[in-house]
């Protein structure tokens, strides 16, 4: 209403403006022409009243222009007649106030047409502002609302390691509010070293997971913290990081019950399977001991009474050997039950890495990677489910391959040329067969190497790795094929991984799948 009001009020005043000016240039006209008597009217006035009302009123304010013009005309006539010159230069002048009338009103129009739309335009604007403020607004209390029901603590942090912002896990672990909590330092309420480590390692990373940190609050037992952070701006431009926590305590004390009571259930079943058997085994061993003992006295007591019949020994010594394998046999029967593996072979080590290579070998040379074998001189066999063993292998020539193409890849682009190599070991260690894989790709830091072979463990990017390949051989290497497995550092630069596996000590050749090769084998694909 008021907006009315105040239209109203303006229109009223430029009517009166209008008028008053038009009223002055009716006194200009006969003062000069009826008073002076003079042929030319001082018209540049007339030119206020007639752009005022063309650009207040547009198309209607032209008329204004058009009153002026004739009133001149008129005046002229009645004046001074129809003197020629005099009467055409009016002419002129009245076009002119005519078209100066006429454009004005034009620009005027566009002018109002323009603002007409850019109010629009700017309701419009207003509109989707406020549209977008209450979604983002909508949108922050979400993620509040996400945040503040998260069972892991989530908190921002500081260069100094100040708290700033944090959520309502952290406040149920610490036991203080968000009021008391944020500003002050994160120290207080985790260990001093291991956290600024941790801080240290997420400014340098810019993404950091899994770290793992123990603690203990007030009042609380010892609790152990999973960390992930990632760095940000801040509000005030400067660098802070988002810290996420997870409680993994019960986690990690199910998992030791869980190691424990699989042991002791193994331990149990093991007894259990063993004392089932006892008596039939005690039964299938007695019988080949006593055809043995029998055997053995008898030429015993030849020998003592010096009757011994040369002809009969073979058959004797025979007997004697054949129950000792049979007995042999049992034995070997009897831990192949108990560790409940399934197809075990005695096999030549070097055939198995001559079958993974036939899987992988021709992704070896089409990548262009030289692979140079080195077998020692009668290597014992060893005694393996072949298709885990040759699994351990392939993803260990598979993860050396894809670190070679990413150095080389790397090196290249820095204008350099890099020969992808790979060297494959087998060699005698003690009681055990071990196969090393060494590569001169980029290497395994110290800090990593006790991680290398965690669950989900990676240094890929994001999307390109599991993190599984290396933790599977782990598992199979130690679990199922009871050997040992690591990595060092080699002097091409890379990365040595190394595979123990156990001998047979008491193998016959009779049991070989493959006969040993003998002298030093090696075989290279080139570039």
Not at 316 to 333: C, M, Y
Request: net charge positive; hydrophobic share 40%; aromatic share 8%.
């Amino acid at each position: 209403m008021s907006k009315i009001k105040f239209e109203v009020g303006k229109e009223k005043y430029r009517i009166l403006t209008v008028g008053i000016l038009l009223s002055i240039c009716l006194f200009l006209i006969y003062y000069f022409h009826m008073v002076l008597r003079t042929k030319v009217v001082f018209s540049h006035f007339f030119y206020v009243p007639i752009i005022l009302a063309s650009f207040w009123w547009k198309k209607k304010g032209t008329f204004v222009g058009v009153f002026l013009a004739l009133l001149l005309i008129l005046s002229h006539i009645l004046s001074t007649g129809l003197s020629t010159m005099e009467f055409l230069s009016d002419l002129v002048r009245a076009f002119m106030l005519i078209v100066i009338s006429a454009t004005v009103a034009i620009i005027s129009q566009r002018l109002s047409v323009a603002e007409d739309a850019l109010k629009d335009y700017s309701l419009k604007l207003e509109g989707m502002v406020d549209k977008r403020t209450k979604e983002i607004e909508k949108e922050k209390n979400y993620t509040r609302h996400l945040i503040e029901s998260s069972p892991d603590f989530q908190m921002t942090l500081d260069r100094d390691g100040n708290i700033m912002d944090l959520n309502e896990a952290f406040e149920e672990i610490v036991g203080k509010s968000r009021r008391d909590l944020i500003g002050t330092s994160i120290y207080k309420y985790l260990p001093t070293d291991e956290t600024k480590r941790a801080i240290a390692k997420i400014f340098d990373k810019k993404k950091v997971r899994d770290i793992e940190i123990s603690t203990k609050m007030l009042g609380k037992k010892d609790l152990i913290f999973n960390l992930s952070g990632t760095v940000f701006i801040t509000q005030k431009g400067e660098l802070g990081i988002y810290v996420t926590g997870r409680n993994i305590t019960e986690t990690k004390r199910q998992q030791e019950n869980l190691l424990v009571k699989e042991r002791q259930i193994a331990h149990t079943a093991r007894l259990s399977t063993l004392g089932e058997m006892a008596t039939a085994m005690a039964h299938e061993i007695n019988q080949p001991l006593t055809v043995i003992s029998m055997a053995a006295e008898g030429i015993s007591r030849d020998i003592e009474k010096d009757r011994i019949n040369m002809s009969l020994l073979p058959q004797d010594t025979e007997d004697i050997l054949r129950n000792v394998k049979r007995i042999d046999d049992i034995i070997v029967h009897m831990r192949t039950f108990a560790r409940q593996t399934g197809e075990w072979k005695v096999v030549q080590p070097d055939k198995i890495l001559n079958d993974a290579f036939i899987i992988v070998g021709e992704q070896f040379r089409v990548h262009s990677i030289s692979v140079l074998r080195h077998t020692k001189k009668n290597l014992p066999p060893i005694k393996v489910d072949p298709n885990q063993l040759e699994q351990v292998f392939i993803n260990i020539l598979t993860n050396a391959r894809q670190v070679l193409d990413e150095k080389e890849k790397k090196t290249e682009q820095s204008g350099k040329s890099f020969k992808k190599k790979l060297i494959c070991k087998i060699f005698q260690e003690d009681d055990y067969v071990v196969f090393e894989f060494a590569d001169n790709g980029y290497g395994v830091p110290d800090d990593i190497k006790s991680k290398i072979f965690e669950p989900f463990f990676t240094t890929k990017e994001p999307g390109q790795g599991t993190g599984l390949g290396l933790s599977i051989v782990y598992g199979i290497v130690t679990q199922s094929l009871n050997g040992r497995i690591w990595v060092e550092d080699n002097k091409m630069g890379g990365a040595s991984f190394k595979v123990a596996v156990p001998i047979i000590k008491n193998s016959k050749a009779t049991e070989l799948d493959t006969k040993a090769k003998e002298g030093e084998n090696e075989n290279t694909y080139c570039r």
